[in-house]
């Protein structure tokens, strides 16, 4: 038995099955796109596009719809509420083939939320304008080259730029010096300072030239007292002094790094060590009687010294933390001898000799100063005191000398 065949239903089927294979197809490719104001056709987003894909991601949202977004929408919250949820994300690239892009999974959804937004790097593309200039990492961002780089480009002119040297609130440049490590601000040389200091003295011998003999001063020998029969004839005198001390004050003003004046006053002191006198014939002196001959008797005094003087410094040149230094000056020295008593043999003989008188005096100074912190030295000091011809009291002497060594400190400011 033959069954008819109705061909004249096949092609209705065949349109039937076509369309319900579009309709779930297109369905399931359905594509949004942002609004563009270009008026170039909407192309093909069935497959990615391959229009310049870095820079570019799609977004592939629960419901199947994609959407193709610059990077830097990254920045914005998207919880794809339209969609069917937050969309997962792909970073176009380009693949080997020229006309087709191919898409990488990044690890990043949702997209941010309602507070803070999500960032990714995002590198350099390789057509980087190589005309932007990265710092070295050990380079002087101030511009100098202590740490190793070299001096900032200008980005006008291109050309490399002179640091500006650092200045003091005055304008003067303020001064440095290189102690090896790095640099050290000294302070400012050009100004007032003040010193202090302390050391020991040494007194040299006060050798008497002439002396007081009841009318006028009179030369070597002379007889102490009104001439009688045995008086004894005095040739030489001298006094001699223990080591002692010496402090110092002086106030001035830097002309100069290199060069300063100033007002130095102090005091020294030395105790007497012996009254030294030689008898030319055999005698009575002071109610005993001597031999001729030189004596040296142990006596109790002391030298007071206080020099007034007008000083002027000049230092090595340059701005270094060590400063060698010489000096020197002119003005008064007040002195004062007082010899209290002396001894002759077990004998104790009161002199009770004190006298005063202001001379003219001169100085020199060698020494160093070393700068600890700005404005602040140490130094140390060798200083000679003389005074021309001094008279104290009764006596006439030779040249009065007196060394020192001093430390101390200035301030300068």
Avoid at 24 to 29: L, M
Avoid at 52 to 81: C, E, F, H, M
Avoid at 233 to 243: C, D, K, R, Y
Avoid at 307 to 333: C, E, H, S, Y
Wanted: with cysteine.
């Amino acid at each position: 038995m033959r069954i008819p065949i109705h061909r004249r239903a096949s092609p209705f089927v065949l349109l039937l099955v076509a369309s319900t294979y579009f309709t779930f197809t297109a369905k399931a490719q359905r594509l949004t796109l942002p609004e563009s104001a270009s008026s170039s056709p909407t192309p093909n987003f069935s497959m990615p596009p391959p229009v310049g894909a870095q820079g570019q991601i799609l977004k592939t949202y629960p419901n199947g719809t994609k959407r193709v977004v610059p990077l830097s929408s990254l920045n914005s919250w998207d919880d794809g509420k339209d969609f069917g949820g937050p969309p997962t994300l792909s970073f176009l690239e380009p693949s080997p083939t020229q006309n087709s892009t191919s898409s990488k999974n990044l690890s990043i959804a949702p997209i941010g939320d309602a507070t803070t937004p999500a960032t990714a790097p995002v590198p350099l593309p390789s057509s980087a304008d190589s005309t932007i200039q990265i710092p070295m990492a050990n380079s002087d961002p101030m511009g100098g080259s202590a740490m190793g780089g070299s001096a900032p480009v200008d980005p006008l002119s291109g050309a490399p730029t002179t640091p500006t040297p650092l200045q003091t609130v005055s304008g003067k440049p303020a001064p440095l010096s290189d102690g090896g490590v790095g640099t050290t601000d000294l302070g400012t040389y050009d100004d007032f300072f003040m010193n202090t200091s302390v050391g020991g003295s040494i007194q040299g011998q006060l050798t008497a030239r002439r002396v007081f003999n009841g009318n006028n001063m009179q030369a070597y020998p002379y007889i102490p007292s009104t001439p009688s029969v045995g008086a004894a004839t005095i040739s030489a005198e001298n006094f001699t002094f223990e080591p002692g001390f010496r402090f110092d004050v002086e106030f001035g003003y830097n002309i100069y790094d290199w060069l300063g004046v100033s007002l130095q006053s102090g005091v020294i002191y030395n105790a007497v060590n012996q009254y030294n006198l030689t008898v030319a014939d055999t005698g009575t002196l002071y109610g005993q009687t001597f031999a001729a001959g030189s004596y040296q008797l142990p006596a109790d005094g002391e030298l007071l010294q206080v020099p007034i003087q007008i000083d002027g410094i000049l230092r090595w040149p340059g701005k270094t933390a060590f400063k060698p230094f010489i000096g020197g000056g002119v003005g008064a020295i007040w002195q004062q001898l007082d010899v209290n008593n002396f001894t002759f043999g077990t004998t104790n003989i009161q002199a009770n000799y004190c006298r005063s008188a202001f001379q003219f005096g001169f100085n020199g100074q060698v020494g160093a100063n070393y700068t600890v912190t700005p404005g602040v030295d140490f130094y140390g000091v060798f200083k000679l005191l003389g005074a021309f011809t001094p008279r104290i009291g009764n006596y006439d002497f030779e040249n009065s000398y007196n060394f020192a060594l001093e430390v101390g400190i200035q301030s300068r400011f």
